[in-house]
C-alpha cells in the first residue's frame, strides 16, 4: 500500500485543494477536522466548516475524522493569548496555534494514525537539502504564510508536507472549480480563528478579561479622550479611537503612538507620518531557529514585523540564545510589542522572535 | 463493510421498506381530507396505530406519532412547563435528549435532580425515594442505556412513582426488539421509542401515553394526533414504524437469541484471548448484543480509525459524542476511570451479523489492540 498522508482539513479550499492534490499523487490520503475551539460562540464557523470538508472529502472520496484539541488550544494558545492582551501586548495566536496544535498535538495524532508525513494547507515551502530542512516562502508572494510557521523546527518539516506552496492563490481555486469541489469560491478566513471578524473582538475579550477605562492623551501630554481598556488597542490603530476635531491643529486622524500601562494612558499621535509611530530598533525574546542558530551577525537578513509586510533590510545587532536586538534600514511604522519579528534571506525564512519593546 | 453499530441506528427491514415503497407511491392524500384519498391515509394510520398498540400491549389511542424518540421526550418534558409541579428526577446518564431538554427549560421554571448511577449504570430505587420533593410532577429515567446496554430496575422505580402519584417517564429507545415490552407489564405513564432503532425508517417515532396521564402539546397547528402533536402524518414513515414493530415483536426471541448468541461469541473471545479486556455495564441485566468493552493502553478514536479503515464500524461512547475523544460523561458517572474511558468502545450487534463477522471483528481487535 502507498504511504499514509494525513492532511489537516479545515473545509476552507487550500487544504482541500492540498488533499486533492495529494490523492492525485497516489498517496493514501486520510483527512483529519480539527476542532479547537469549544463552546457555542456564534461567531465561531466550525460546524459549517466541518459540513464543507465532509463535502469535500465525500466528493473525492477520502475519509474524514474529526478529532478535539480544544484543551491543548486552551492550555497552550489561548491562556497565552490572553495573558498577553492583559498586559496591553498584541500577541499572534495563529503562530503559537501552529506550534502547539497543528504542528505538535495534530502531527502526533496523525503519526499514531499511521501517517508517514502530515499535510496542510500553508502557502509555503520545505526544501530538504544536505540533511537539513528548509522553509520556504510560499510561491503566492500575497499569500506567503511562512511569517506563521517561523516556530517550526527540523522535527516538524521532516515531518510535513505544503503541496500548495508552490502553487498561487488563483490556481489553487482554480483546480478546486475544475474538480468540482463545492468550496471553491469559499471566502478566505480572516480575523482570529475563535473570535471571527474584527467587529467582534471588544465584545469577546471582555469575557475573560475585566475592562479598565482610562484616559487618552496625544504624545503631547494633552488629554483628548477616553479609551475603554488599553487591550482593545494595538500599535498604529486608527480606527475606533473616537478623538473628534478640536484637539489637534489640522483634520488629519490619530492614531494610538504608545501604552502608558502604568498609569493606564492610551497615547495618540495625529498624522501617519508622525515620527512617534516610527521606530528604528526592536527588541525581542523567545527566540527560534529553523535551523541551527547562527553563531555570527547575518548577512543580508531582512524581517517582517507584521503578516503580509514586505522584508525590511536589517541587521541583528546583538543576539544571545533568548533574545536579540533588531536595527532596520528604515524607519517601522507601529512596532508592536507581542508581534513576532520572523527574519528572511531572500526567499528562505530563517526563524523569528517575540517583540518585547522597541527604541 | 461490517456494522456493529445497531445502537446507533440499524438498516431498514427490507420488508418496511417494501411496505414503506408501496405507500408512497399509492397513497398521498392528506389523513385529515374527508374525500377518499384522505379517508385511504387515514385509515392507514390508524391501522399502523393498531399494529403498534398491540404489540406493547395499549390502547390505540395511547400512541402518539412523533418525529423521533427525541422529540418523543421533548414534548414529555416541555409539557411540564405548563404545570404547578416543575420538579423532575432524572438520571445522570441518560441521553442528551433528555439532560440537554432539561436544562433548556430551567428559564421555565423547571428544576431538577439527577440521580447518580452504580458501576454497572443502574439507578439505585431508595435513592429515588430519598429525592422525591412536594413539588415533584415527573420521574424520567431511562430503561436502557446507549451505551453499556444496562437495563433499569424500572418496575421499582415505577412503584415508588405510583406510591408518591407522580408521573412516570422513561426514554425506552434502547429497550424495544431487544427485551419484551408490554404496558401491562411496564406502568408507566409515558414511553419514549423510535423507528430507526429497530430497523424501522428515520424521522419517525412515537409516544405512548397512558390514556389518563397528561399532555400539553408543544407543536400546535392543525390539530393531528388528537391535538398531541400537529403537522401533517408523514404517511410512509409511520406505516415502516408499524411494520418494524410489528416484525420485531413477531421475532423477538429469535432476534434476542441470535443477539446473545453473538454477544457470548464475542466475548468469550477476547476474553479468551486477553485477561486484560475490561466489560462494561452489568453483567447479566443487560439487553443483548450491546457491548461496551475496555481496551487498556488503547486510545478508542485511534482504534476506531483503524477499523474503520478496514471497513469495520463500531462506536466509542455514544453517537453523538464521536468525533471527539471526550471521555464518555456515562463511563464517567458510572466511576470509570479517565484512562479505561478513553480506551473504551461499543459494540451492537443486529441481525445482519453472523458468528463470522465476530470473528473478524475479534481478529481484528486483537490485532490493533496487543492486549
New interface residues.
Given amino acids: 500500500m502507498s504511504d499514509t498522508v494525513i492532511v489537516g482539513m479545515s473545509g476552507g479550499v487550500d487544504s482541500s485543494v492540498t488533499a486533492k492534490i495529494l490523492k492525485d499523487l497516489g498517496y493514501n490520503v486520510?483527512c483529519v477536522f480539527m476542532?479547537n475551539w469549544e463552546g457555542d460562540d456564534k461567531n465561531c464557523n466550525s460546524e459549517e466548516d466541518y459540513k464543507d470538508a465532509l463535502s469535500v472529502c465525500d466528493h473525492l472520496d477520502l475519509?474524514l475524522?474529526?478529532?478535539?484539541f480544544s484543551n491543548e488550544y486552551w492550555d497552550n494558545v489561548f491562556k497565552h493569548f490572553i495573558d498577553e492582551y492583559a498586559r496591553g501586548r498584541t500577541p499572534n495566536p495563529d503562530v503559537l496555534c501552529n506550534r502547539e496544535v497543528k504542528f505538535k498535538a495534530f502531527l502526533d495524532y496523525a503519526f499514531?494514525?499511521?501517517a508517514v508525513k502530515i499535510a496542510t494547507g500553508h502557502y509555503a515551502q520545505i526544501n530538504e537539502s544536505e540533511d537539513e530542512f528548509h522553509l520556504l516562502k510560499g510561491l503566492d508572494k500575497n499569500k506567503d504564510q511562512s511569517y506563521f510557521l517561523y516556530l517550526l523546527g527540523q522535527n516538524e518539516l521532516s515531518k510535513s508536507l505544503f503541496p500548495i506552496g508552490d502553487i498561487d492563490k488563483v490556481k489553487v481555486r482554480k483546480i478546486a472549480e475544475n474538480s468540482g469541489l463545492i468550496n471553491y469560491a469559499k471566502k478566505d478566513s480572516t480575523g482570529v480563528c475563535f473570535i471571527g471578524e474584527q467587529q467582534f473582538f471588544k465584545e469577546f475579550l471582555k469575557k475573560y478579561i475585566p475592562v479598565k477605562p482610562g484616559l487618552i492623551q496625544t504624545i503631547d501630554g494633552k488629554i483628548c479622550g477616553e479609551h475603554d481598556g488599553l487591550m482593545y488597542y494595538t500599535m498604529g490603530q486608527r480606527k475606533g479611537l473616537g478623538i473628534g476635531g478640536g484637539h489637534g491643529f489640522k483634520e488629519a486622524p490619530w492614531f494610538v503612538a504608545d501604552k502608558d500601562l502604568d498609569n493606564n494612558i492610551l497615547i495618540v499621535a495625529q498624522g501617519h507620518d508622525h515620527p512617534s509611530l516610527f521606530h528604528h530598533g526592536l527588541e525581542a525574546d523567545q527566540i527560534h531557529w529553523i535551523n541551527e542558530a547562527p553563531t555570527n551577525s547575518l548577512e543580508n537578513i531582512s524581517a517582517k514585523i507584521r503578516y503580509r509586510q514586505d522584508d525590511q533590510s536589517c541587521r541583528i545587532t546583538e543576539l544571545s540564545k533568548n533574545n536579540c536586538k533588531v536595527i532596520f534600514n528604515e524607519p517601522q511604522f507601529a512596532i508592536t510589542p507581542g508581534q513576532s519579528v520572523v527574519f528572511y534571506i531572500d526567499n528562505k525564512c530563517m526563524g523569528g522572535a517575540i517583540i518585547d519593546k522597541r527604541f | 463493510m461490517l456494522y456493529f453499530d445497531h445502537s446507533a441506528t440499524t438498516p431498514i427491514h427490507p420488508i418496511v421498506l417494501d411496505k414503506m415503497n408501496s405507500i408512497s407511491q399509492n397513497h398521498f392524500g392528506n389523513p385529515s381530507s374527508i374525500h377518499a384519498s384522505g379517508r385511504k391515509s387515514k385509515s392507514i394510520i390508524e391501522n399502523a396505530r393498531r399494529i403498534i398498540a398491540e404489540s406493547i400491549q395499549a390502547s390505540p389511542n395511547e400512541i402518539i406519532f412523533t418525529g423521533s424518540g427525541t422529540e418523543a421526550n421533548n414534548s414529555v418534558l416541555w409539557s411540564l412547563i405548563y404545570e404547578k409541579n416543575k420538579h423532575v428526577i432524572t438520571s445522570s446518564i441518560e441521553h442528551p435528549a433528555i439532560l440537554k431538554v432539561l436544562d433548556s427549560i430551567e428559564p421555565f421554571g423547571i428544576t431538577y435532580t439527577k440521580l447518580p448511577v452504580n458501576k454497572f449504570g443502574e439507578v439505585n430505587p431508595k435513592a429515588l425515594e430519598e429525592v422525591i420533593k412536594d413539588d415533584t410532577g415527573l420521574i424520567s429515567i431511562m430503561m436502557v442505556n446507549n451505551e453499556v446496554g444496562t437495563i433499569n430496575p424500572i418496575n421499582e422505580l415505577i412503584n415508588i412513582a405510583e406510591k408518591k402519584n407522580i408521573p412516570f417517564h422513561s426514554d425506552a429507545v434502547q429497550a424495544l426488539g431487544k427485551t419484551p415490552l408490554s404496558v401491562k407489564d411496564i406502568r408507566a405513564d409515558y414511553l419514549s421509542f423510535s423507528s430507526h432503532k429497530f430497523y424501522g425508517p428515520k424521522g419517525v417515532g412515537f409516544l405512548y401515553k397512558k390514556k389518563k396521564s397528561k399532555l400539553n402539546p408543544i407543536i400546535i397547528g392543525g390539530g393531528q394526533e388528537s391535538q398531541f402533536r400537529a403537522g401533517t402524518e408523514n404517511i410512509s414513515g409511520i406505516v415502516g414504524l408499524s411494520e418494524a414493530v410489528r416484525l420485531s415483536a413477531q421475532n423477538l426471541d429469535k432476534r434476542i437469541l441470535h443477539l446473545k448468541k453473538l454477544e457470548s461469541e464475542f466475548k468469550s473471545k477476547l476474553s479468551h484471548y486477553s485477561s486484560n479486556i475490561v466489560f462494561n455495564g452489568h453483567p447479566k441485566k443487560h439487553v443483548p448484543g450491546v457491548v461496551s468493552t475496555s481496551f487498556p493502553g488503547k486510545r478508542s478514536d485511534i482504534l476506531l480509525a483503524e477499523l474503520d479503515r478496514e471497513g469495520i464500524e463500531v462506536s466509542s461512547g455514544s453517537a453523538c459524542g464521536s468525533g471527539s475523544i471526550k471521555p464518555s460523561f456515562v463511563l464517567e458517572e458510572m466511576g470509570i476511570s479517565e484512562s479505561q474511558n478513553t480506551s473504551t468502545i461499543r459494540v451492537s450487534f443486529g441481525r445482519g451479523n453472523t458468528l463470522e463477522d465476530v470473528n473478524v471483528l475479534v481478529n481484528a481487535l486483537l490485532k490493533y489492540t496487543n492486549v
Fill in positions: 486520510e476542532k475519509p475524522r474529526s478529532v478535539n499514531d494514525l499511521g
